[in-house]
């Protein structure tokens, strides 16, 4: 999961990774997966992802970042946006 505006991902911060596993190999689009996002008042990020077919998922809780991090973080993107 990224946080950020870049259109490439590997430009954007990584918060956090996370797997489903049980998806089959198919062709692109074929494979159906639900992916749910709730940020509650204390900014604390939920995501849930199921796969249609098996049922599987994964989930995750992202809780608040290091602020020191993340405002370091909020001056790279900035300049980041500025500079493209």
Known sequence: MFEGEQ?????????????????????SGVPKIKINFFVDENSILSVKAVN??????????????NDKEKDEERKRMIEDAIRY
């Open 52 to 65: 249609d077919k098996t049922g599987s998922y994964g989930d995750i809780i992202v809780t608040k970042i």
């Open 7 to 27: 259109p490439m991902a590997k430009d954007n911060h990584l918060i956090h990774k996370f797997r489903i596993s049980g998806i089959r190999p198919a062709k």
